[in-house]
């Protein structure tokens, strides 16, 4: 019985507290963004990196992997280096874009 108790545990915090996902392969071509879209988009994007900057570093979901399963923090970790990384070569390339289209400039996160 202790064992079902901990594997659902571990399995609701694996579940609750992985970091945000995000994939530029599925967004829309930064050329063919209105501006509207871009301030938008940019929106979106700072939201997910608020979030995976969250769960970084000594953040509770790593301290709870740390302690229940430790390759959990490790891969939380890595999962939030990528995510910022997407997140802010897709933003450059949001900023840019902004400038070459003429658009209201936003502020970049």
Do not use: H
């Not at 995000?22 to 967004?27: F, L, S």
């Not at 995976?52 to 999962?79: I, R």
Request: net charge positive; proline share 5%.
């Amino acid at each position: 019985m202790k064992k079902i108790a901990a594997g659902l545990m571990i399995f609701a915090l694996a579940a609750t507290s992985c970091a945000p996902k995000y994939t530029n392969a599925t967004a829309k071509p930064v050329s063919e963004l209105s501006c509207a879209e871009i301030t938008d988009e940019m929106g979106k994007l700072a939201a997910i990196r608020k979030d995976a900057e969250s769960k970084k570093g000594f953040s509770k979901e790593n301290v709870l992997f740390a302690v229940f399963f430790w390759p959990g923090a490790v891969v939380n970790e890595m999962d939030n280096r990528d995510v910022l990384e997407k997140v802010d070569a897709r933003t450059q390339e949001l900023v840019k874009a902004q400038s070459a289209k003429g658009c209201p400039t936003t502020k970049a996160p």
